[in-house]
């Protein structure tokens, strides 16, 4: 399974993106799916995430701006990012889980600036 990430970009504070993330291979058995971030000098933590059934979770600092979806085959899964803040500044790496492995996609960097 490979995944591969596109989106990411230069907004100014206020603006959106939307960050795409294609997998690649087998998706049998594929449960969650979502995106971490990682900030300069900062660990990485959770940004969304989505299950097989489609429930899903936010981290308190992105609840009512960014949104979460995925195809229903789970060969893709996307992140949709509004009212970007400068504190969103980071990587952003999707991965998708199947059983006891995680699968990851390169990052891509979204950078929030006026």
């Known amino acids: 399974v490979q995944l591969q990430a596109s989106g990411g970009g230069l907004v100014q504070p206020g603006g959106s993106l939307r960050l795409s993330c294609a997998v690649f291979?087998?998706?049998?058995?594929?449960?969650?799916m979502g995106w971490y971030r990682q900030a300069p000098g900062k660990q990485r933590e959770l940004v969304a995430r989505i299950t097989a059934g489609g429930s899903t979770d936010y981290a308190e600092s992105v609840q009512g701006r960014f949104t979460i979806s995925r195809e229903i085959r789970k060969t893709a899964v996307y992140l949709q990012m509004n009212s970007l803040k400068p504190e969103d500044t980071g990587f952003y790496y999707c991965?998708?889980?199947?059983?006891?492995?995680?699968?990851w996609g390169q990052g891509t960097l979204v950078t929030v600036s006026s």
């Open positions: 291979g087998s998706i049998f058995s594929i449960n969650v």
């Open positions: 991965y998708a889980n199947r059983g006891p492995i995680d699968y």
